[in-house]
Each structure stands twice: as C-alpha cells, then as structure tokens.
C-alpha cells in the first residue's frame, strides 16, 4: 500500500512532534511504500487553512536513527544518491496534502491511503477537531477523494516513553489496516485518537462519535507584552503539555484600555474535561477517559457518519486459517471467501446459494422440474398447482400469461359461474414477505384489476407525496392503523416475478374459531447435505374467521370510485394468517399462535393425526430438499455450513 504521510507537528522534534520518526519507521517496517510530506515547522490549531497568495516553497529532511538527529536541506537527493528523504514546505497540513497527491512522489505510483499525523496530543471532541491541522490534513485528501485517517497520540505524562510510543505506532498501523481493508462507504475520513499508555496494544477499540462541546470560559487568549513572543514549537509544547495534563491556565491579567499587547492562544482545557464529565457514553472524548481508543468515523463536513457505535474488531484478532471458526450473523456478513477457502475449519449458519428454496418462483421451478423427472414423488400431492409469470406492467399481462395454460383453462371453465362455483387462485409476488401483495382473483379481468389497482395506487401516492409532502403522515403511524391492513401496495415494475397457486379451501378447526391455519415448521440443514425437522412446530392462524372467496361478506369496500365487481377488493383477513398482519383490533380475541401438538382436533379425527400431519411434513421436507439439489445452479449445500 502507498501511504502518504502529512502532520501539522512539522518535522521530527522530542519539543513538538515526537511522534512522527517512529511512525514512519513502523509503516516501512510492514511493507508500505511511505512517502512523507510536512510542514516545516509547527502548524497546529490551524484547521484545513490554505495560506492565501503564499508561494510554497519546499525543503528536503533527511531523518537519523531518532527524532532530533535529522537534517534539512535546500536540494533534494540526486537519483544516484542513496538515503530517505521526506519533503518539508512553508505550508499548512492541508498545503502539504495537495502537494503531496499530486505534485511529489509520482514515481511511486498513485496513494492508496493518506494519514495526518500522528498529532501530539489528541484530537477529541468538536473543540479540538474544528481546529485541528491534524484533521484538516486528512480532511483535505478525503476531499480529494482519497482515503484519509487523522491519527492521534493522546498523552498524560510528560515523560514520551520511546517503548509506549513504539508500541501505540504497531497498534496504530494495525487500526489502519484494518480500516482501509474494510472501508465503509458512508466514510469519509476516520479520526482515530490513540491513549499513550504502557498497555496500548491491549486497548478496545471502539467506534464513537465526535462530542459536541463548546468553549465556556471566556477568550482562550491571553494578553502579553508585545515583547514575549515565543518561537511556534515553543508555544504548542507548552499548551500540549499544559492541556493534556488538565491543568487550567492562570487568571487573565488585565490591562487598561488601548495598552499595547500582543496575545497568546491559550485555550482552557477545563471546557473540554468537564463536558467529558458530563456527557453519555460513546463518544471520542469519553473513551479517551475510559483508557479506549477512538475512532470517529467522519464526513468530509465536520459530521460524524451514521457508523453503528461499539467495539472494533480487528481482522488479525480473528482466529489463523487453521483454527476454527463459526459465523453465525446475517448472510450480508458472512466471510464466504473464508469459508470457501477453508472449508475443514470454517463453518457459517448458511448456504452461499439458495434461491430454489427462498424464492417463490424459483421453489415453483424446482418442484416442477423434479416431478418432471419423478412423477410419482410426495411432492406431487402435496404441492398445489403453480404458475410462475414475469409482469412489469399491467399493460403487458396479456403477453405474460401467452405460455400460462393452466390459468386460460381455468378462465375458460370460471366463465359465467357464480363466485362460490369458480376455482381460486392466489397470487403471490415471488420476492415480497410479510403477507406484501398476495391477493385473489377466479377470472383473467379480475387478475388484471389487481395490477391495475397496484398502479393507480402508486401514481395517487406519488401525487400525495408532491401535493402533501410536509403533512404526510410517517410509514408507522400507517402500519400501526389497523384499517391499514389491505395498503400493502406493491411496485409491480421493481418485483416483475409472480406466482399463482390453486387456492386450497383449508382446514378448519371448530375447537379455535374455524379460522384457516398454517404449519409453520423449523428446519435445520447440515453440510451437504443433511436435514432435521424440529418437532416443536406453530400453527398461524388468521385473525377472522374463514368465508370462501366473494362471499358478500368477504368483500371489503369499494375502491377508486367504481362499481365494478372486479373493483371490490376482497378482505384477505380471513385468507393470511401472516404474525405481521395481526393486531388488537382483530374481530376475534382467539390467540394467533399455538403450539401444534396443542391444537384441539375434532372428536371424529383419528388419534394419530398429529404425528401423521408430522411424518407427512418430514417426508415432504426431505423431498424438497433433494430436489433442490438437483437445481446446481440455484441451490448449492457446502459441507461446512
């Protein structure tokens, strides 16, 4: 990695900037190209500032063995000399960026990672960060678009132990691995402040945000003779030292009116300890406190990014290749090159691919292609009819439902049936949850009218949203309506994959309410390729009573103005039995949720129906499951997961 080294230190001093030689030197030592570019004497407390028609006029530091040993020079090193030489300038951090990117070091190809500092002293809180050289060094490159880190040594003794800081520059590089390797997107720059302290490579990380905190005591000047007037190392020695060890400066003298008298930049820093004192945790300045290190992850505006808070775990604190691990987090994080590549001791809680099981459509596929070539397997009387079609717009039904010849018969044999005679069937989009978009509908203008009403609800929505933008009500006052229960709207263009399903008139269990249920059981699959049923199963049910299809009191009412039977919406109340769609104000006050093997069958039913019902679903479970693994493409178990 080519890293670009800037400070607002200035160049190797035990006074001012004792950092930076052992930095520099831990860099090198892991690999990285490092290219260091710097002020040419101290430039703290100065922000991102650009000194405005100033000619930047650069130097040539050769470093020694230690801090205080290097030389400067007016040429740079010749190609044929031998050595290490960084680049000073009569600028700012920020100056020192720019000409850093694009104006030094292009033989070494482009920077990968730009870090300022590290900073003697940290950079906590708004007050320190607002002014820091430090921040606006790496501030500058993040808008460049360059990846930046504003590193920080937060110190509380004035005794620099070499060891400490040699120990806190390791731990440091291992921070800036860690977080260019896994950059996040919404991330500018990081502000990472690190605690000088013998155990610094035991610390936590954690990521934190920046404390808003404000100055409280009046002017952080001092007035002095016009003739004290120390050198800029001095003075940032003096306050570092001053600040970091908490100790409030004295009492302001006062002068009269229009004396003469320069001023000194001599902040309080009780303003800053006490607001530490006093806020929550999580921020950058209370896990200084708390011994921790700090990362802020930062806008390119001063805005600390919407990163969740916590510890930082570092990629090297992951167990080596050869010892075992087990992931068990959501699929977007799951490590499935590690898995992959060590499949004897990595395992995860999922499968890389399996779409032929998660996907409506593509479970229709798999079904369809092992009864293909299994015609008398248990699937075949225990999965219902299926037709998968592909929509983006109402308009263009006609052409999607062209190969769909279970769906024309069926229109053919509904035509100028009542309602109760007609076969249903149910509609489903293939890549919605939660109960979303499942409808009814027994004839081709009844399907049509459901995608129809999906857009005009759309186009009415957008129009709200223009015309009443400031007074819309939020999404969960919405959800928590319960007359809400049938706007579960979908964006048909966005999920084009449907299914529909003979609809299946279901048991109904006059012990709870003859309301329709659902089995929901638990599946667990192990390598490639076993599989268990938990016999503790759930059965959902529906929050009302079930009533077929377009029974009058089935219908819900009428929508967009129209009297048109293919208009009145059927309540699918009685039809979901999805958790998601149920609430208090429900017809019945009969539980949702039971336990299966405590479901109270008829007199009349056999004594074994429970475990058959669950002898059935394990056979059926097991058949899938081997048919999904004959679909290479859509369904592929791993032995470790």
């Known amino acids: 990695m080519h890293i670009l080294v800037v400070n607002d230190d200035g160049p190797p001093s035990n006074q001012s900037s004792p950092y930076i030689h052992s930095f520099v030197k831990c860099l090198q030592s892991a690999g990285h190209v490092t290219s260091v570019i710097l002020p040419h004497e101290q430039r703290s407390w100065i922000g991102k500032a650009h000194f405005v028609g100033h000619v930047t006029r650069p130097t040539y530091y050769r470093p020694g063995t230690h801090s205080d040993n290097g030389t400067t020079h007016s040429k740079p090193l010749n190609s044929e000399e031998d050595g290490e030489e960084w680049v000073l300038i009569n600028g700012t951090p920020a100056s020192a960026t720019q000409l850093g990117l694009f104006h030094f070091f292009q033989d070494r190809g482009p920077v990968d990672l730009v870090v300022s500092g590290p900073n003697y002293g940290r950079n906590s809180t708004s007050l320190f960060s607002l002014s820091s050289g430090t921040i606006g060094g790496a501030m500058e490159a993040a808008i460049c678009r360059k990846k930046a880190l504003a590193l920080s040594f937060a110190f509380s003794s004035r005794d620099h132990d070499h060891e400490v800081i040699a120990a806190a520059s390791r731990m440091s590089l291992r921070l800036i691995e860690h977080l260019y390797t896994n950059w996040n997107d919404d991330v500018d720059l990081y502000s990472i402040n690190v605690p000088l302290i013998k155990s610094v490579e035991e610390c936590k990380a954690m990521y934190t945000y920046a404390l808003q905190n404000y100055w409280k005591s009046g002017s952080s000047f001092t007035e002095v003779e016009a003739s004290d007037d120390e050198d800029p190392e001095t003075q940032e020695h003096e306050i570092r030292e001053r600040g970091e060890a908490n100790i409030t400066p004295e009492e302001k003298p006062v002068f009269s009116r229009h004396r003469h008298r320069n001023f000194k930049w001599t902040p309080n820093f009780s303003d800053v300890y006490q607001s530490i004192e006093g806020s929550a945790t999580g921020n950058d300045g209370w896990a200084i406190k708390e011994g921790h290190i700090s990362v802020t992850p930062l806008k390119a505006n001063f805005m600390h990014s919407s990163v969740p808070l916590g510890e930082l775990k570092l990629l090297d604190e992951l167990p080596h290749a050869t010892d075992p691990i087990l992931q068990i987090t959501s699929y977007e994080k799951i490590d499935f090159n590690r898995i992959l590549e060590h499949p004897s001791s990595a395992v995860a809680n999922s499968y890389i691919i399996r779409k032929a099981l998660i996907r409506k459509h593509f479970l229709a596929h798999t079904v369809q292609f092992w009864l293909a070539k299994h015609p008398t397997s248990v699937l075949k009387e225990h999965v219902p009819l299926t037709v998968g079609f592909e929509v983006d ?235 999904a693994s004959a679909q290479a493409t859509t369904f592929q178990p791993l032995p470790n997961a």
């Not at 203008?445 to 223009?466: H, K, T, V």
């Not at 009428?558 to 769609?581: A, F, G, K």
């Open 393 to 627: 717009y109402a308009e263009f039904l006609d052409e999607a439902l062209v190969e769909a010849y279970e769906l024309h018969d069926s229109f053919a044999i509904n035509e100028g049936k009542a309602a109760n005679q007609r076969e249903w069937w149910i509609l489903k989009p293939s890549m919605s949850d939660r109960g979303q978009g499942i409808r009814l509908f027994s004839t081709e203008s009844e399907l049509r009218a459901i995608f129809e009403g999906w857009e005009q609800n759309e186009s009415d929505d957008s129009d709200q949203e223009s015309d009443n933008s400031t007074h819309r009500p939020s999404e969960t006052t919405a959800a928590k309506d319960s007359s809400k229960f049938q706007s579960d709207t979908i964006i048909t263009s966005q999920l084009r994959h449907f299914i529909a399903q003979s609809y299946i008139h279901p048991l109904l269990l006059p012990e709870h309410g003859l309301r329709k249920f659902h089995i929901r059981a638990y599946v667990l699959c192990i390598g490639a390729l076993k599989v268990y049923v938990y016999q503790d199963m759930l059965a959902l049910f529906a929050t009302e009573p079930y009533l077929p299809p377009r029974t009058d009191s089935s219908l819900s009412n009428l929508t967009n103005n129209t009297s048109s039977v293919n208009r009145q919406e059927i309540n699918m109340r009685p039809h979901l039995t999805n958790t998601c769609l149920q609430n208090s104000s429900s017809s019945t006050r009969e539980p949702s949720v039971l336990r299966f093997w405590a479901l109270e069958f008829p007199q009349s039913a056999a004594s074994d129906s429970k475990s058959n019902i669950f002898d059935q679903i394990c056979s059926i479970t097991g058949e899938l499951f081997r048919a």
